[in-house]
């Protein structure tokens, strides 16, 4: 859950004025889980583009409870409305083109293998199904680790599936994937890693009243292929126009990866 209040000064605790805050908090192993890992994605996306999101201040554990985790961040005033598209699209590709020119920076203290691109140095999560965000070499290797974990939390969470789905999926596997994702990084093509939200519908997005600038939050980052960022952007908006229109305006912002 997650509720907005007020911080008054308090010397003892480093505040010297009051201050607007959004808490989420969650319990369990899971819930301790999910918040890290938004506190970290949140503090990654304010160091490549600062305004895009709110001011991440810190997460932990209540002392009065250690199984219930929490997760701070500044208060932003902002729109029920969905932002405007082009203004958003555009933001997020400028944000998604620094975070690849900023790779290296953003990922050096932080245990990621030499060669290794696509990962997170702490788990993140997917609704509530964590993410395996160990660093891997291909982006291929990447998406089909997350999607057969995807898969068999489908499973296990709704039952056995139809005979039909399980004929569908080894030939999703040795075939369609592979024939898809692998031309990417052959041939001396490369596919570069970004930074992502992880979790953008359009619930997560919204125009800040304070500027009238687009601002996203609930972050669950990663190091994907930036063909991800484009098919999972918005995938939940409401209107059937702006869930065709969104893929094709971000590309006008940022090109997709040869040979899509």
């Known amino acids: 859950m997650s509720n907005p209040f007020e911080l008054a000064p308090d ?108 990962g997170y140095h702490v788990t993140t999560h997917n609704g509530k199904l964590a993410q395996d965000n160990t660093w891997t070499s291909t982006w291929e290797e990447y998406f089909v680790r997350n999607m057969k974990r995807m898969l068999e939390h489908d499973e296990k ?15 999703l596997f040795d075939k369609v994937i592979p024939r898809l994702l692998r031309p990417m990084e052959m041939d001396g093509r490369e596919v570069k890693p970004s930074l992502i939200h ?17 601002i996203v939050r609930d972050t669950g980052s990663e190091n994907p292929s930036k063909e991800l960022i484009y098919n999972t952007s918005l995938r939940h908006t409401p209107s059937r126009t702006l869930r065709q229109e969104t893929p ?10 040869t040979p899509i």
């Open 248 to 257: 094709y305006t971000i590309c006008t912002h940022h090109e997709p990866c």
């Open 198 to 214: 992880g979790d953008l519908w359009y619930g997560n997005t919204s125009t800040d009243h304070e500027n009238n600038a687009p």
């Open 157 to 171: 969470e709704g039952g056995e599936r139809p005979q039909e789905i399980k004929e569908l999926l080894p030939p």
């Open 11 to 118: 010397a003892d605790a480093g505040f010297s004025a009051s201050i607007d805050v959004d808490d989420a908090v969650a319990p369990g192993s899971n819930g301790r889980s999910m918040l890290e890992g938004e506190y970290h994605s949140a503090v990654d996306m304010r160091e490549v583009l600062p305004g895009f999101s709110p001011i991440p201040i810190g997460w932990g554990v209540f002392d009065s409870d250690a199984d219930l985790a929490f997760f701070l961040q500044a208060f932003h005033d902002m729109d029920t409305e969905i932002p405007d598209m082009d203004l958003l699209t555009r933001t997020l590709a400028e944000f998604h083109i620094k975070s690849s020119e900023r790779f290296e920076e953003l990922t050096r203290d932080r245990e990621r293998p030499a060669g290794m691109k696509f």
